[in-house]
């Protein structure tokens, strides 16, 4: 005779007290049947939700991705349950980790195969600016081969931070004009690279 | 028994005579020092002999001293012998001007990529060597880095500050 269940019998109300967010409608006009708002709105909303990552893990920076994408922490809450590693199948390239001068076109390489709208996530000391690691065979900075939008820092980042960078980039996401990609400050931008 | 250290150097000395130099032994690993014409002679030696053995080349590396001249360079070879346990540790210096050293490739198949790590690093010219190319750094680098007239920092960062480093 198996023991009667002694926990979790009676459902308790879970108290969110402003602790879940939820993704609101935009803002818009709605009418009897139809709800009408600015399509950079809508794709801006759809996009942020599901970013696909690419996680171009190279050192210790790749082992906290490893643990944000774990369960604890979890990063496909967010939208990014499939990680693409083929940059012909994501949004958004994640450079974790130390990147040495002998890399960095192979990255310039892997950033140029992906589609509009593109975003790259530098994660860690070494990825912003070449970390600790001074010498003649890093790169002081991945901004030194691609545009990056959003760098975050710590050595390596907790989990929290790296959601939090992944956020951000949502934000950016979400607020982006349909027409930068073909703007001309974005293409002279990416000339500054050497990016056609 | 197993092989001494006094057993090698004897064997040394009576194949080499007194062109061998240096045998110290720090930590009990026997060392010493051969002129470079001779590398290639050594080692065979020291792989044929059937009571010496050094049959593993553990390790080729360089070490630059700046203040030795004519010697600033030193090929340095760490070799095992399997059977009795013993190593081995065996120097060849050369100029900086004129860094050539025969290749041990004929010998040691290992001795392929350790010498192209020691001519991208140090810019010591193994003549022989199939393939003497830059390994680990990036092919158009026109300098040797692990030499000690090189800065140790990138010096093309602009933001770092010098009183916050101490100098």
Redesign the interface.
């Known amino acids: 005779m198996s023991r009667p269940v002694q926990f979790n019998i009676t459902p308790k109300p879970i108290d969110y007290n402003g602790h879940i967010s939820m993704v609101g409608a935009p803002e818009g006009h709605t009418g009897e049947g139809f709800f009408a708002t600015k399509l950079s709105e809508v794709v801006g909303l759809a996009r942020k939700n599901s970013i696909w990552p690419l996680p171009f893990a190279t050192s210790c920076c790749g082992i906290e991705f490893m643990a944000t994408m774990g369960s604890h922490y979890d990063l496909a809450r967010f939208g990014s349950e499939r990680l693409a590693f083929s940059p012909r199948q994501c949004d958004l390239i994640m450079v974790m980790g130390t990147i040495a ?2 890399m960095g076109p192979v990255l310039k390489q892997v950033y140029l195969q992906m589609a509009e709208p593109r975003w790259v996530l530098a994660v860690g000391a070494c990825a912003s600016s ?1 970390g600790i690691f ?5 790169l ?1 900075g991945i901004d030194q081969v691609i545009p990056v939008d959003v760098y975050v820092p710590g050595c390596p980042p907790r989990p929290e931070a790296i959601i939090d960078g992944l956020i951000k980039v949502q934000d950016l996401v979400g607020k982006e004009s349909l027409r930068r990609r073909n703007s001309e400050h974005y293409q002279k931008l990416l000339d500054s690279y050497g990016i056609q | 028994m197993s092989l001494t250290n006094e057993q090698i150097q004897n064997k040394l000395i009576e194949k080499f005579g007194d062109q061998l130099t240096g045998f110290t032994e720090p930590y009990g690993m026997l060392t010493f020092e051969a002129p470079k014409d001779l590398n290639l002679k050594v080692l065979q030696f020291l792989f044929d002999d059937e009571t010496l053995r050094f049959r593993f080349l553990t390790d080729l590396q360089a070490v630059h001293y700046p203040d030795d001249k004519q010697r600033e360079l030193a090929v340095v070879y760490h070799l095992h012998n399997l059977e009795d346990n013993v190593r081995i540790r065996f120097k060849v210096f050369t100029d900086i001007n004129t860094p050539d050293v025969y290749t041990a490739t004929q010998l040691y198949a290992s001795a392929n990529w350790m010498e192209r790590e020691t001519y991208d690093f140090y810019g010591v010219n193994f003549v022989g060597h199939p393939n003497l190319k830059r390994i ?3 092919d158009e ?1 026109d300098y040797f ?1 692990m030499r000690k007239e ?1 800065p ?3 010096q ?2 602009r933001d ?1 500050d010098d009183e916050m480093f101490g100098r």
Not at chain 1, 134 to 138: A, K, L
């Open positions: 001068k002998k070449g001074d010498s003649y065979s890093v002081q | 680990l750094n990036v680098m880095p090189f140790l920092e990138e093309t960062r770092k």
